[in-house]
């Protein structure tokens, strides 16, 4: 099995652990963090993060996972509506909402709300092939070697 598809099927039982969930545990997100936040570049990064989810931080937790896991994108926009906190995330926060791809999740628990927009964002991510630059071809007649050095 590829590991791209292990991946995938792992952050979509995650996805389906926090829909499920009322309110956000320190067991739950600790194992978020460990099933998604592959680059704790610094001891010290890993060892805040524990210590933010022992001490009962989750939502703050869940914005380190975010910074860590995902340094390009940004929390676009939280809101509370009808009993339900809606959370978007975004790679250009500067565009217009109409112009922007946000991706957007909804639940009832602030941090799970977080928490549901981070594995969201982190599945397309993991389901976007990678970049693979392309150089156009030419035809080799087109192009005429010529000498520019100065033997004068």
């Known amino acids: 099995m590829f590991l791209h598809s292990i991946r995938s ?8 652990r926090v829909s499920a969930a009322d309110e956000a545990t320190p067991e739950l997100l600790s194992e978020i963090v460990a099933g998604t936040v592959r680059r704790l570049s610094a001891p010290g990064d890993a060892a805040q ?7 009962g931080a989750l939502t703050e937790a869940a914005f380190a996972a ?26 250009q926060r500067e565009l217009p909402e109409w112009l922007d791809e946000a ?6 628990s602030l941090t799970l709300a977080i928490v549901s927009v981070y594995i969201e964002t982190l599945r397309i991510e993991a389901s976007r092939e990678p970049s693979r630059p392309s ?7 087109q192009f005429k070697l010529v000498c520019c050095d100065n033997f004068a």
């Open 49 to 55: 993060l524990h210590q933010l989810i022992e001490a």
């Open 135 to 141: 150089v156009p071809r030419t035809r080799d007649d």
């Open 66 to 91: 975010i910074h860590l896991e995902l340094p390009l994108w940004q929390i676009r926009r939280i809101t509370y509506d009808e009993g339900g906190w809606y959370c978007a995330m975004s790679q």
């Open 9 to 16: 099927q792992q952050l979509a039982t995650l996805a389906g």
């Open 103 to 108: 991706i957007e999740t909804t639940h009832a």
